[in-house]
């Protein structure tokens, strides 16, 4: 076995062993059971104190989603105008300018929404203010906000029937005091001494060897860089995220930040098993997502490792695999589980420049971001795989004879109805933001705006329909990767996407939340022989098998005129 | 009169299902189904655009678009269909019960008591009619004096008279059947046209069909894929003009009919009226659809054990005297109890009794006063008149009596009893003036093949329990002899209603079946009750359904019927939407394929050309229907395996099957296709 494949088995090796036993941990820190953290006590009384938060106090699921909304809506409207006047506020010491209304409308949603979509390059658009007390306090919340909507799941099914689903600043601010801050404080001191640049100074310059003064931006971005991977928010300090020397200096590095973006994910589906005492329910949908996981790990290094056939054509040997835009330090197998797993999971930040890849690898890129669920990001992936589950419990309660029940509660018309909803919203943004875009393309190239829409694309064809389709996939997942090669800083792309980044995120977490807590207030019904186990490996492929036909139904045309015309026009 | 014939398809009713499905046309009755109301959409969009391709063939030639119109028609006109026949078929078999009532004189008891004939369309409830020897019963009614046998096999199918009377548990008869003997008043208890079998016929016929909770669900979910497609392929516009592919009108229909789900659309409501058919050709009665879905639900199974897990009654088998009496004293007082006890267990015991001994006092002494049983004392007998005070008894009811006066209790007699208990009999103590003589024992005749379903019911995750009115000792004898899973024993009418209670405050479905009036508030209790048409009004009112069979095995019929209704509806949603993957691969390529060459690689079936790969698509889609409406309306087959494995089993067959056949179904209609083309 080659080398290059061994570090990707080692990464994904150590992974497991700090994703496992993390959720373990995290079942018991929420549901309020004697952990070691538990000496940070007194300064989160101290913050609960400060703002005037009783944490004794109990929320349904309607309470809970309205703070969420709430404190989200603050973050929105500052966040905005900070963008806007960045220029004015202090440490900025390359003197950056303040972002445009519809940059500064896009990117702060993004950033709120855990997407991080960046229609902005970090060393001109952003100054070390608006990165620290914006973008990297936003990565802090916003992954917050998800695992602490993700709790209130899970604390429905916990007892039998209940409307008492616990506090959300609770489980917000633990979120962060336990999870999300210690984890930071680690990754980040590793990436330090990896050479991660720590200092508040302006950019750097050198002479290099031909002679060419070279001006270097940095920035405190070690801290940045860990957040943006453990939040799964994915948002690069440098405008070519991972693949920037700086961000990601070496293999090493590399391997830290991919497994930093996965761990809490995975652990978060072991924190639902034991949180609802169903260990095996965890380790079924472990087993489905890693399923799934695979089935788009091993074709993309296939794919990227086998070379691109039109330099095949060449007679030029790619013994290393298709290297146009990635990076020599990491190499094809390491990118492609790198671009696997920032697009399986919410993170989107990127080590190559995934534009570049195999038509096929951008088609199971965009797949992952379609079916947004296995292992998913900082909670709302176990939320995403929550609505598979119910659509999956309805048809197949329907297919053993029994009125759907999951976890010892009735599926009923309601239940249906929101996951239906939720379940389609997802392709509809997607196809109707990129039909938008097509059009405007096709029958308005030449319109009279900033930036033309005929000069968006890079590349023509099928390519460019790519493009338009991974950007607003990208955004409907809120997983903040670009295919880049798209011009996308222009008032239709920031205002579009930045439409389908809040429709992407709020209804997705409210849905399943709103399920869980319609669910938890029915009578409990207790198991029988009729009853169908939902931590069965029989139900676990059921629900597979919905996400695979719910994504293949809606995106098939789509894909088709996109990865899938280029690959046979390619391979022909 | 029982019309059980299984042909699907009967001549007659074919010619109506036809006409209706012409009639469902209507967009005002379409619109009950958001799938098919859509194809309608499609189909009408397809005739303007086939009249359009006279005079312009923009849109591809007439010949092509007109058959794509005609498939579509076809596909709407098959899903009515499908409906259609599900109505005939149960408003046939709900007639055929109906038939029997229609336009019988009524001899009408006027108040002033004069009678007067009367047709029983013109009766109204509260009305009293008279029925002798030879009369037809004209409509449903309570027996308010009387007694006669009377034969219900009009309704029933079994030959054997029963006896109706007066008071009791009995005391309901049926329009439709016939008195054999005797007289009877009866009051009108429903008036015509409100009768449940009129309600059933209602609720067939779909004018005030209402869709039972777990369609409405399905049906949300099914909307649901319809807009995703909608959206599919009003976005596939944009896209194609981007890649310069235009793209006819009728091809985005194709698309759009060949991926909603209308095979599960087009059946959604025959599957539901054929189930309530499946109950009714069981012979039960039901009042609304929700009751059959709920009965698929259904944990717990409260079922009487006389009649039930036993056949018919106990029977006397052993006079046991205790020491210091004879025999012949004692066998003696047995018989005087049972003069006048008009019950079975009385009546063997006279039997038993005459059996052993030729001679017998045939009547009580002149001047007797008998005490009748009731729930509470739950012992009888008689006083004579030279003061001998004979009571017959429950063990613990009559040592009461025996201890009450003063008396000793014998200690072999409570020993005979609990041997007797312990042996599944029931012993039955008598006393004489207040004091206890012997033990009686009534042995249970178990039915046979009984256990074998309670054994197929637990493996539905269904628990058994029986419901006795015999001490907690003979209760669990017969229990583990018959394989139930639990019991009540020494039942009073509100033990049953309580067990319910806890049952269903643990989150359970509780279902009973019952026939008297102090079972109607555990019949209204229970998630499904089933009420015996035999039993008194107020039962029937309180249940849910009721059996015309008076068979109360026939709760395990209808819970299979409720599930088996669930399962047909899972499987075809998912063979539908399995379905999906097929067409994709028939018509996309087909799309694409002449801007796009490359893509002819999708094209794994080969079709013929573009236009027969959509023809084939939408054909296959449309024949799909009524190839299914069999399974729809037979139901697909329920097997007590186990929930998981039952879902492998029929993800195997629905789901595999689902994607595999209409790539089999498609490759073969395109051949057809491309030779006649």
Redesign the interface.
């Known amino acids: 076995m080659n080398t290059e494949l061994l570090g990707i088995i080692a990464t994904y090796a150590i992974t497991l062993l700090i994703g496992i036993p993390l959720g373990i941990y995290l079942a018991k820190m929420f549901a309020g059971e004697k952990v070691w953290t538990d000496f940070l006590k007194p300064l989160e009384k101290g913050i609960y104190k400060l703002s005037g938060i009783n944490p004794e106090e109990s929320m349904n699921w309607k309470q809970h989603m309205k703070a969420l909304l709430m404190i989200n809506m603050v973050w929105l409207v500052y966040g905005f105008f900070a963008l806007l006047y960045q220029d004015k506020l202090p440490l900025n010491p390359d003197g950056n300018l303040g972002q445009s209304p519809d940059l500064a409308f896009n990117s702060i949603i993004s950033f709120v929404v855990n997407c991080n979509l960046q229609h902005y390059s970090g060393e001109t658009g952003a100054t070390y203010f608006t990165q620290h007390f914006v973008f990297m306090f936003l990565q802090f919340v916003s992954a917050a906000t998800g695992i602490a909507a993700a709790v209130v799941l899970f604390k429905a099914f916990r007892d039998k029937t209940t409307t008492n689903l616990g506090n959300f600043w609770v489980f917000f601010t633990c979120s962060i005091t336990r999870l999300l801050l210690p984890l930071s404080i680690v990754v980040a001191t590793i990436l330090a001494f990896n050479g991660t640049p720590t200092s508040y100074e302006g950019k750097d310059q050198f002479i290099s060897l031909q002679g060419d003064t070279v001006q270097v931006s940095r920035g405190p971005a070690a801290g940045f860089v860990a957040i943006k991977h453990l939040g799964t928010n994915g948002g690069g300090w440098f405008g070519a995220n991972g693949a920037h020397p700086l961000e990601n200096p070496n293999y090493l590095s590399n391997m830290v930040e991919v497994i930093s973006q996965v761990i809490i994910p995975i652990a978060m589906v072991f924190a639902f098993g034991y949180f609802i005492r169903r260990k095996k329910m965890a380790w079924v949908i472990f087993g489905i997502m890693t399923l799934g996981m695979m089935l788009l790990l091993v074709p993309t290094v296939i794919s990227e490792t086998g070379g691109s056939p039109n330099i095949a054509k060449m007679g030029v040997s790619q013994l290393t695999g298709a290297m146009e835009g990635k990076e020599v330090r990491f190499g094809a197998t390491a990118t492609a589980y790198w671009s696997t797993v920032t697009t399986i999971i919410s993170t989107g930040s990127i080590n190559s420049m995934h534009d570049s890849a195999m038509p096929l690898t951008g088609m199971y890129q965009l797949i992952a971001m379609m079916m947004n669920c296995f292992y998913g990001g900082c909670g709302v992936g176990i939320l995403n795989y929550f609505i598979f589950i119910i659509?999956a419990v309805?048809?197949?309660?329907?297919?053993?004879?029994?009125?759907?029940e999951f976890l010892?509660h009735k599926?009923?018309?309601r239940e249906?109805?929101i996951a239906?909803?939720i379940?389609?919203l997802h392709?509809?943004i997607i196809?109707?933001g990129?039909?938008?875009a097509?059009?405007t393309?096709?029958?308005f190239p030449d319109a009279d705006w900033l930036v033309k829409p005929a000069s968006w694309l890079n590349n023509p064809?099928?390519h460019g329909?790519s493009e338009m389709l991974y950007e607003t996939t990208s955004a409907a997942a809120n997983n903040g990767s670009g295919f880049e090669g798209l011009g996308d800083n222009n008032m239709f792309w920031n205002v579009m996407t930045g439409f389908v980044l809040l429709l992407g995120r709020f209804l997705p977490i409210i849905g399943p939340v709103a399920i869980a807590g319609l669910l938890a207030s029915k009578?409990?019904?207790?198991e029988?022989?009729?009853?169908?186990?939902t931590d069965?490996l029989?139900?676990g492929?059921?629900t597979f098998?919905v996400i695979v036909?719910i994504a293949?139904?809606?995106f098939?045309?789509?894909l088709?005129?996109g990865p899938?015309?280029e690959h046979?026009?390619m391979i022909? | 009169m029982k019309n059980k014939s299984n042909i699907l398809f009967e001549p007659a009713l074919v010619n109506t299902a036809l006409r209706q499905s012409f009639i469902k046309l209507d967009p005002r009755l379409m619109i009950r189904n958001p799938v098919m109301f859509t194809v309608e959409i499609g189909t009408f969009v397809m005739l303007v655009v086939t009249i359009y391709s006279i005079s312009n063939s923009s849109q591809g030639s007439f010949g092509y678009n007109f058959v794509v119109f005609l498939v579509l028609l076809l596909t709407v006109l098959f899903a009515n269909f499908a409906e259609a026949i599900a109505e005939a078929r149960g408003k046939a078999q709900a007639d055929s019960l109906r038939k029997t009532r229609e336009e019988t004189p009524a001899k009408v008891v006027l108040s002033d008591g004069t009678i007067e004939i009367r047709s029983s369309n013109q009766l109204k409830k509260g009305d009293v009619f008279f029925c002798e020897t030879g009369d037809t019963i004209p409509t449903d009614g309570e027996i308010i004096s009387g007694i006669a046998t009377i034969d219900e096999s009009a309704i029933t199918g079994e030959s054997a008279p029963v006896i109706r009377e007066s008071g009791g548990d009995k005391s309901s008869v049926t329009g439709g059947t016939k008195v054999l003997s005797d007289r009877i008043k009866v009051q009108v208890s429903t008036a015509p046209g409100e009768s449940f079998l009129d309600k059933m016929i209602a609720l067939v016929e779909g004018a005030s069909r209402q869709k039972t909770?777990?369609e409405?669900?399905?049906t949300?979910?099914l909307?649901?894929?319809t807009?995703?497609?909608i959206?599919?392929c009003?976005?596939?516009?944009?896209?194609?003009?981007?890649?310069n592919?235009p793209i006819t009108i009728a091809s985005f229909i194709a698309l759009f009919v060949c991926?909603i789900p209308t095979t599960i659309g087009g059946l959604l409501s025959a599957i539901g009226i054929a189930g309530m058919d499946r109950a009714l050709r069981a012979n039960v009665i039901t009042k609304s659809g929700k009751a059959v879905?709920?009965a698929?639900?259904i944990?717990v199974l409260l079922l009487d054990k006389t009649g039930t897990i036993t056949i018919g009654n106990r029977k006397a088998t052993n006079f046991y005297p205790t020491a210091g009496i004879i025999i012949k004293s004692f066998t003696d007082a047995c018989v005087l109890s049972s003069l006048a006890d008009e019950t079975p267990e009385g009546k063997s015991i006279i039997e038993l009794a005459a059996a052993q001994d030729s001679k017998l006092i045939t009547s009580p002494p002149e001047g007797s006063k008998f005490i009748k049983f009731t729930a509470e004392t739950r012992s009888s007998g008689l006083d004579t008149p030279d003061g001998r005070r004979i009571r017959k008894g429950a063990f613990d009811s009559i040592r009461n009596i025996v201890l009450a006066a003063g008396n000793p209790f014998p200690m072999d007699i409570e020993e005979q009893v609990k041997r007797i208990a312990s042996n599944g009999g029931t012993p039955l103590v008598v006393s004489e003036n207040e004091q206890a003589l012997g033990v009686i024992e009534l042995q249970d005749i178990i039915k046979p093949g009984i256990s074998e379903r309670f054994e197929r019911l637990?493996?539905?995750?269904?628990?058994t329990v029986m419901v006795t009115g015999d001490n907690p000792l003979t209760a669990k004898f017969i229990a583990e002899k018959a394989g139930v899973d639990d019991f009540i024993a020494e039942a009073k009418p509100e033990d049953k209603m309580n067990y319910i209670k806890e049952e269903q405050a643990?989150?359970?479905l509780v279902a009973m079946m019952g026939d008297g009036t102090n079972d109607a508030p555990a019949l209204a209790q229970a998630d499904v009750g089933v009420a015996m048409n035999s039993g008194t009004q107020a039962a029937k009112e309180a249940g849910n359904m009721v059996d015309l069979d008076n068979d109360p095995t026939k709760l395990i019929e209808i819970v299979e019927i409720?599930?088996?209704?669930?399962?047909t509806?899972?499987?075809l949603?998912?063979f539908s939407?399995?379905n999906?993957?097929a067409k994709?691969f028939a018509i996309?390529p087909a799309?694409?394929i002449v801007s796009?060459p490359?893509?002819?690689?999708?094209n794994i079936m080969n079709l013929h050309s573009p236009e027969t790969a959509i023809l084939s698509a939408v054909i296959f889609n449309a024949i799909v229907i009524p190839l299914l409406i069999p399974v729809a309306l037979r139901g697909v087959s329920?097997k007590p395996i186990?929930?998981?494995a039952?879902?492998?089993r029929?993800?195997l067959i629905?789901?595999i099957g689902g994607v595999i056949a209409p790539f089999i179904g498609i490759k073969l209609i395109d051949m057809v296709i491309s030779l006649m083309a």
């Open positions: 659509i309805f048809i197949s309660g329907l297919m053993v004879g029994r009125t759907p010892g599926v009923e018309a249906v109805k239906s909803i379940a389609l392709p509809f196809l109707v990129t039909a938008l097509a059009y393309v096709t029958n064809g099928f329909f009578k409990y019904i207790p029988s022989a009729g009853t169908l186990k069965t029989t139900f492929v059921m098998v036909i293949a139904l809606a098939f045309p789509a088709t005129l899938l015309a046979f026009s022909k | 909770p777990n409405i669900a399905l949300i979910l909307a649901g894929f807009l995703v497609f959206i599919v009003i976005t596939l516009k944009p896209f194609a003009d981007y890649s592919t991926l879905e709920t698929g639900d944990d637990r493996k539905m995750g269904v628990k643990l989150g359970k409720g599930k088996q209704l669930l399962i509806r899972g499987t949603t998912t939407i399995a999906d993957v994709y996309v799309l694409f796009i490359a893509l002819r690689s999708l329920y186990g929930a998981s039952l879902l492998r029929n993800l629905y789901g």
